[in-house]
Nanobody
Framework: QVQLVESGGGLVQPGGSLRLSCAAS????????MGWYRQAPGKQRELVAV???????NYADSVKGRFTIVRGNAKDMVYLEMNSLKPEDTAVYYC??????????????WGQGTQVTVSS
């Protein structure tokens, strides 16, 4: 079983910054993609940013130039540096990971979510 534990959410003023962290634990051979999705009240869950084990990244257009995603050296950690935050960034942020549990067996895991609120 793979577990994802997120931290770093909170309340921040518009224009401020936050750093989200996510740690993956459990029995797995490797982790391909890790990243973040978010869901605002009344809206569908959407991709924020993901990063592959080789460092390839994909960002939502709405966060490009403001958010940066980074994998930890051990590859089982992922961080999301969020700058110039806007009220529309308010959402529950979910960490995701695509680990290879056994050879050729890959599935997506989700964290429990961490609240990010941008408000004055």
């Amino acid at each position: 079983q793979v577990q994802l534990v997120e931290s770093g959410g909170g309340l921040v003023q518009p224009g401020g910054s936050l750093r989200l962290s996510c740690a993956a634990s459990g029995t797995m051979l490797s982790i391909y993609w890790m990243g973040w999705y978010r869901q605002a009240p009344g809206k569908q869950r959407e991709l924020v940013a993901v990063i592959s084990s080789s460092g390839r990244t994909n960002y939502a257009d709405s966060v490009k130039g403001r958010f940066t995603i980074v994998r930890g050296n051990a590859k089982d950690m992922v961080y999301l540096e969020m700058n110039s935050l806007k009220p529309e960034d308010t959402a529950v942020y979910y960490c995701i990971a695509d680990p290879e549990i056994t050879k050729g067996s890959v599935r997506r895991y989700w964290g429990q979510g961490t609240q990010v609120t941008v408000s004055s």
